[in-house]
């Protein structure tokens, strides 16, 4: 049994079958991905795997929890973050001010509501921040205002405020859309990093093969709110139905 278990979870939206009967089992401490093309249930199923979305039928696990109806801050309480498509940062705040809104929430999901420039006198949050910042290779930009960086930079930081939290499982919702391909090979080999530095299961929704074929381990392939093959990289690779529907060259 994996860590994350998805059992007959079906979802309508009016007349739209967005995900009908999937299965989905991540085991721990791999890297899963997650593909098909635009309107085959990617988002939907990401949507009920962090409880925003309820299933008409089925059920989601996590470390054997359900976490159907639950709020974002259980969500995160259970050990789950997400990186979202489009980086979820502070533009008006520096790096180190970003870094320490994570580091000073409560476990009810609120913040102690204090200015930031009182937030120097909180050496351990500050020290936690400032850690986190130098696992992903951003300590030199701490005083940079978030909204100038580019958006590989942006991407570095916001998994640093989702690690800082020490999650153990990371779904990344395309986490290099819309990056120049250094920026996207800057992100891939963070993501290494992070997974050999860390006991952390990642689950990865992307259209890049390049970056599924780079960090996956297992892939799960749908079309049209259904599984259409499981197996790994290599096997995803050569199958034929999906190299025909969904891969064609990019898989080579």
């Known amino acids: 049994m994996g860590i994350l278990e998805v059992k007959g979870v079906n979802k309508r939206f009016g007349g739209l079958q967005a995900l009908g009967n999937v299965n989905l089992s991540v085991a ?12 085959a249930g990617k988002s939907t199923l ?14 989601v696990m996590f470390d054997g929890q359900s976490v159907l109806g639950r709020h974002p801050h ?7 973050s997400r990186v979202f498509q489009t980086p979820e940062i502070f533009g ?9 809104i994570p580091c000073f929430a409560r ?11 009182q937030f120097s006198h909180e050496r351990e949050l500050i020290d936690k ?56 090979n800057n992100t891939i080999d963070l993501l ?23 960090l996956a ?14 197996d790994t990289p290599d096997k995803i690779k050569g199958h034929p139905k999906v190299q025909e529907a969904y891969l064609g060259e990019a898989a080579h």
């Open 107 to 117: 476990r009810d999901g609120s913040f102690r509501m204090h200015a930031f420039e």
């Open 217 to 230: 381990e297992r892939i799960t392939v749908l079309a049209q709110g259904t599984p259409l093959v499981e």
């Open 28 to 39: 721990e401490n791999t890297v899963h991905a997650i593909i098909g093309p635009n309107g």
């Open 92 to 100: 008006d705040l520096t790096v180190l001010e970003n870094m320490m």
């Open 46 to 59: 990401l949507n009920c795997l962090v409880g925003k979305l309820i299933p008409d039928t089925g059920s």
């Open 129 to 184: 921040a400032m850690h986190m910042l130098e696992e992903v290779n951003m300590a030199e930009k701490k005083d940079m205002h978030s909204a100038s960086m580019s958006r590989g930079d942006k991407r570095r930081l916001e998994m640093a405020m989702c690690l800082v939290q020490e999650p153990r499982l990371l779904l990344l919702d395309e986490p290099t859309a819309g990056m120049a391909r250094a920026d996207t």
């Open 192 to 214: 290494k990093e992070i997974k050999q530095k860390r006991d952390i299961t990642m689950c990865i929704i992307e259209h890049d093969m390049h970056v599924v074929f780079s």
């Open 74 to 80: 259980e969500i995160n309480q259970m050990g789950i």
